[in-house]
């Protein structure tokens, strides 16, 4: 069955750097767009990078642009989200997403992993 299983969360300071990374199998991970979405207590969830099937485009949110590299190997049918410079503003757990549009929209992602969290202190 499909599975994307996240992994790198935790405990960090303001400023830290973090990588985040996401285990794919179960379907064809090279013809999928895959992202990355966060979801904070009590707020919706919001689009944080997006990279297209070969790796060779990304977008990001407006919030984190400039401080997240997202990336992904083909080969190990993994996603990867590097995230640089963190603010307490980035805690929430952090979720991979594969679709088939390169959209910032989470209704354009078919495929969901059960998250990790990203806890950023001062």
């Known amino acids: 069955q499909v599975q994307l299983v996240e992994s790198g969360g935790g405990l960090v300071q303001a400023g830290d750097s973090l990588t985040l990374s996401c285990a794919a199998s179960?379907?064809?991970?090279?013809?999928?767009?895959m992202a990355w979405f966060r979801q904070a207590p009590g707020k919706e969830r919001e689009f944080v990078a997006a990279?297209?099937?070969?790796?060779?485009?990304?977008r990001s949110g407006d919030s984190v642009r400039g401080r997240v590299t997202i990336s992904r190997d083909n080969g190990k049918d993994t996603l990867y989200l590097q995230m640089n410079n963190l603010v307490l503003e980035d805690t929430a757990q952090y979720y991979c997403a594969a679709g088939d549009s390169f959209r910032a929209s989470d209704t354009a992602y078919t495929y969901w992993g059960q998250g990790t969290q990203v806890t950023v202190s001062s």
């Open positions: 179960g379907f064809i991970f090279k013809n999928y767009v």
């Open positions: 990279v297209t099937w070969t790796g060779a485009t990304t």
